[in-house]
């Protein structure tokens, strides 16, 4: 064929249409066999379910990894040739099945609930690391809370935010600084539904800010059966400077953490009263963000019930509880009074206060120029307490200002020990060897120490092996998840092999892990490198520490702290010994707890409120070693781990810090070390496993949520739901009459005249133990009667500046009521030796408050 090429000399280029692209999604089309998988993937019962979390896995093991463990990521990618082969896989069918019965059957056992009603307020709840609202301590705590609300078919529901940021993923770079990532969550991504009323609504709640209102929408998330509702402000009905309110958790300005906490606090009763939940018999107010819940329930009060301010504060306080669980005073939220009134001036009015009375639920004194939130919180609750024994008593000084006239003792300031839900935390291997030994109801049963006890049973071998295994699967999931961050980072090929192979899996490892707060002291640990080194490298004994945390974005000393880590992980002595691992979550706790032989907290005493994470580690067999701390001062046992001393040596930091250090030195050289690799002839270390059956034993069933919760109910709950019933009953008869009674007393109260005071001679010089002292005192009590007002003697230790401690507080009887005066005696009796104070006062006396400082009136004579 002859082709007449010469003549063309110029083509004309085609035009082409643009694609005219589409949306099209594709969505996953779950067969209908497999549907249960949908309603499994709903509900976070899955992230404490062994085997739920297992079959989720069998579907694609890559996207489950790849996903970070997010079920409905891991359905909606799924091909759909995968899930056909399901369907016709029977051993896959029938785990499915009989894993959504036993949800099913879990769920119809909590349709009938015990308890009080109980409303939940935090700012944050870790639940999984797919769910970003939670930074650390305070939102794990609330999140495992609400699973154990779950288990014990508590009546509970829960309040937060749901934040579109969250808190911040970390990256440490080539030269250990750490950089903070906010990645966006997509909610269709993550297990939250839109929240209806039971018109089928969904769910929204304003708030009024300055000139505008604030909107936001209300998600419900599923955890078994407790329903946690957070609200969402990144709407288009918000202006940009308003949806940035959701945004980030701890994130933005004061002004911002402002808007979030009158979002939450008002926001959030709103949103309840939407749903249907407006009838909760406690409000539980965990951490002071939430403290405006109280003002929006007095303010519904004085609406809907037509009561007084008075009286609806008097209802409010009955049935709420406010945890603290911050150990320092700069710890507690506050907004300076201007910025507070920029937003708040309004709200006085709604409640029938002046400016000036209402600034006050969130002072001490007028002059003071910040609200604080932790004071609103314990000015509306009845119920208050720290998150620790230890805790308790600090909580006591720091709130102190609160109650005038009182010794810090003497508040009824209580205390609830922090604990983690065992099933979420508790690896799977010994779970199996707690259902073998301890018996197959024992995961409903953790109270029953005996139970526990039966840890002496288990052969040493058998604990041993399991140990091992779990340290070993650690280091696996280290370098397999670790040397990928590594080279993203650049780290030199040498350095990740060298790190990778001196990475030890029969080597004794240590966990460091936790907030880089300088009050945490992961620097000591590194006081004297030389002796470090020494320490990691015996050839026989060799040692490995693990460490991992975030620092705040801004907190350079903790940033600074985690970069020397990263430095001195890079000395060709430590490396492989000394590991810092990035992006510390859930998942990596959950590993870092399981895997290592003990785990090491050193914080400035008393700055640790509870810490949760030791405790995680003794349930799954890993020592503790710890400052006698938070929940340590109550969970250390000789021949159960290890404690640095109760008392504080020194006052200078510095030299306290090198003592410690040195403690923890010698501690390492002569007990911890020798102790682990002392074999016996089938290589056991038979010292070391008796530590870890005591741990099990003594320790571990003291700090399970199910004690939390108990506690709860025994201590606040069930004490001021039943208070709270009998003050509302018949239209709040009693809580009127408890504010007629506080009015008359505070009219009197300046009026009432001491006419005589008398106390035996010798009290003036020194007493004698063994003989008594008559006092006397006569009251004018100007009408009112003498079962209205007390009298008291106390006595306090001498010295001891303005909170000395109470050595004794005695009441004076009252021997009779004469022409309008009233006489109290007491015979004065000491039955120990020393020099005291002593002094007397008055104070007001009703059967019906919960306790003295429910009404602050207070006379010394
Ligand atoms: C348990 C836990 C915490 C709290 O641990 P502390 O002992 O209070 O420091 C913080 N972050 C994560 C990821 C945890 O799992």
New binding site residues.
């Given amino acids: 064929m002859e082709m007449n090429t010469e003549g063309v000399r110029f083509i004309k280029g085609p035009v082409v249409d643009m694609p005219n692209w589409k949306k099209l999604f594709v969505e996953s089309n779950i067969p209908e066999k497999l549907a249960p998988l949908k309603e499994l993937s709903k509900n976070l019962w899955w992230v404490w379910n062994t085997e739920t979390r297992e079959l989720f896995a069998k579907i694609d093991q890559e996207i489950w990894e790849e996903s970070v463990h997010n079920p409905i990521v891991l359905l909606e990618q799924v091909s759909y040739q995968r899930f056909k082969e399901l369907e016709n896989d029977e051993s896959f069918i029938q785990e499915m099945d009989s894993i959504y019965e036993r949800f099913q059957k879990y769920q119809q056992e909590r349709e009938q609930k015990i308890g009080p009603k109980i409303a939940y307020f935090s700012m944050e709840y870790g639940l999984h690391d797919s769910l970003k609202i939670f930074s650390?301590?305070l939102g794990?705590l609330a999140g495992d809370y609400l699973k154990e609300a779950s288990d014990s078919k508590a009546d509970l529901v829960a309040v937060g935010l749901l934040y579109r940021y969250g808190y911040f993923k970390q990256v440490i770079s080539l030269q250990g600084d750490q950089m903070a990532n906010y990645e966006a969550q997509q909610f269709s991504k993550i297990p939250v539904q839109p929240a209806f009323d039971k018109d089928g609504n969904w769910v929204r709640i304003e708030v009024e800010y300055p000139g505008r209102t604030l909107h936001a929408q209300v998600w419900e998330v599923k955890i078994g059966s407790v329903s946690l509702y957070l609200l969402d402000a990144d709407i288009d009905d918000n202006n940009e400077n308003d949806r940035f309110v959701t945004h980030h958790l701890y994130g933005g300005d004061n002004e911002n953490r402002l808007k979030q906490e009158m979002l939450l606090g008002l926001g959030g009763i709103r949103a309840l009263n939407k749903l249907g939940h407006a009838d909760a018999d406690i409000y539980h107010c965990n951490e002071g963000h939430a403290a405006m819940i109280g003002l929006e329930r007095i303010h519904n009060l004085v609406v809907d019930s037509k009561l007084t301010y008075a009286e609806a504060k008097e209802v409010v306080r009955a049935s709420t509880l406010f945890t603290t669980h911050t150990p320092v005073p700069a710890g507690h939220d506050a907004f300076h009074q201007d910025l507070f009134a920029m937003y708040m001036k309004d709200y006085p009015a709604k409640i029938n206060l002046s400016w000036d009375e209402f600034i006050m639920l969130g002072k001490v004194a007028p002059h003071e120029d910040h609200f604080n939130m932790s004071f609103l919180a314990a000015n509306l609750s009845q119920g208050i307490n720290g998150v620790s024994m230890l805790h308790g008593d600090v909580s006591k000084h720091i709130l102190k200002p609160l109650f005038q006239g009182y010794l810090s003792e003497e508040l009824n300031i209580g205390y609830v020990t922090n604990g983690v839900h065992y099933a979420t935390w508790t690896a799977k291997e010994w779970k199996a060897i707690h259902l073998k030994y301890f018996g197959k109801d024992f995961t409903n049963n953790q109270l029953d120490f005996d139970l526990w006890d039966k840890i002496y049973k288990v052969p040493d071998q058998e604990i041993w092996d399991l140990k091992q295994d779990l340290r070993s699967k650690l280091i696996d999931y280290i370098k397999a998840r670790f040397a990928d961050n590594w080279v993203k980072r650049n780290e030199s090929p040498k350095l990740i092999s060298e790190v990778l192979s001196s990475l030890n899996p029969n080597a004794l490892t240590i966990g460091f892990a936790?907030?880089f707060a300088t009050y945490k002291r992961a620097h000591l640990l590194f006081r004297n490198l030389d002796r470090l080194a020494k320490i990691v490298n015996n050839p026989e004994r060799p040692v490995q520490f693990i460490f991992a945390g975030k620092a705040h974005p801004a907190d350079k000393a903790g940033q600074d702290l985690i970069k020397y880590i990263v430095e001195i992980s890079k000395r060709p002595e430590f490396l492989g010994k000394i590991l810092f691992l990035q992006n510390?979550?859930?998942n990596l706790?959950k590993q870092l707890l399981q895997g290592v032989d003990i785990w090491l907290n050193t914080p400035t005493r008393p700055l640790e409120a509870s810490?949760?994470?030791?405790e995680?580690g003794v349930m799954n067999g890993t020592l503790h070693f710890s400052v006698l701390d938070g929940w340590w001062v109550e969970g250390y046992k000789e021949g159960a781990g290890w404690a640095l001393p109760l008392e504080r040596s020194y006052d200078v930091q510095d030299f306290q810090d090198e003592l410690d250090a040195q403690t923890i030195y010698n501690l390492f050289e002569d007990e911890i070390v020798p102790a682990f690799y002392d074999r016996n002839a089938n290589d056991v270390p038979e010292e070391w496993v008796g530590y870890i059956k005591k741990t099990q034993a003594q320790v571990a069933p003291n700090f399970t949520t199910t004690r939390m919760i108990r506690d709860y109910q025994e201590r606040f709950y069930a004490p001021q739901a039943e208070r709270g019933a009998r003050l509302t009953a018949d239209d709040f008869k009693l809580a009127r009459e408890i504010v007629g009674w506080k009015s008359k007393l505070a009219e009197k109260w300046d009026d009432i005249e001491v006419k005589e005071f008398e106390i035996a001679d010798g009290i003036t010089n020194a007493i004698r133990i063994g003989e008594e002292y008559p006092a006397r005192v006569v009251l004018d009590l100007k009408g009112l009667s003498a079962d209205e007002v007390g009298v008291e003697i106390v006595m306090t230790e001498n010295g001891g500046g303005d909170d000395p401690e109470l050595i004794e507080c005695k009441t004076f009887d009252v021997v009779g009521s004469q022409d309008g005066l009233t006489t109290y005696k007491l015979n004065l009796h000491l039955t120990h030796p020393g020099a005291y104070n002593y002094a007397i006062r008055m104070f007001p006396k009703n059967e019906n408050l919960p306790h003295r400082q429910d009404f602050g009136y207070l006379r010394w004579l």
């Fill in positions: 650390g301590g794990i936790r907030r510390y979550d859930m706790a810490g949760t994470s030791g995680k």
